[in-house]
């Protein structure tokens, strides 16, 4: 399988605007405005690394997503001065995250499964 890079680059650009959207637009749902962020989070991810390693296969963009996120919000739970100064950035904070939550990591997993299926659907042919 080889991916079109243009492809998840433009959808790559989609879910990072919908992603800081999510933060910024006032009036949605709550369960919206609370896990969406970090479901195109892990969506994001998962499309990025489809663009990087194009001829892999799915799962194996599963499995470099999910090591990736899990381990990006199990490093929340390390706090060294050095650290949570690149968090306190504007960028640290949205790559890196603040502190550890067990429903972040079920979020990571509905976006990684999102972008499989997404995957699927458009490498059907």
């Not at 949605?28 to 969406?36: C, D, G, K, R, T």
Request: with cysteine.
């Amino acid at each position: 399988m080889r991916r079109n890079r243009i492809v998840y680059i433009i959808l790559t650009i989609i879910v990072i605007i919908l992603g800081l959207l999510s933060r910024k637009v006032e009036g949605l749902p709550e369960i919206i405005s609370a896990y969406s962020g970090d479901i195109l989070w892990a969506l994001m991810v998962f499309f990025l690394i489809a663009v990087i390693l194009n001829k892999k296969s799915t799962i194996f963009i599963i499995s470099l997503a999910i090591i990736f996120s899990y381990g990006v919000e199990i490093s929340q739970l390390y706090h060294a001065t050095w650290i949570d100064s690149i968090r306190a950035t504007t960028l640290g904070g949205l790559v890196l995250g603040f502190g550890f939550l067990w429903s972040d990591i079920l979020c990571y997993t509905i976006g990684i499964i999102i972008g499989a299926i997404t995957d699927l659907i458009i490498n059907r042919s």
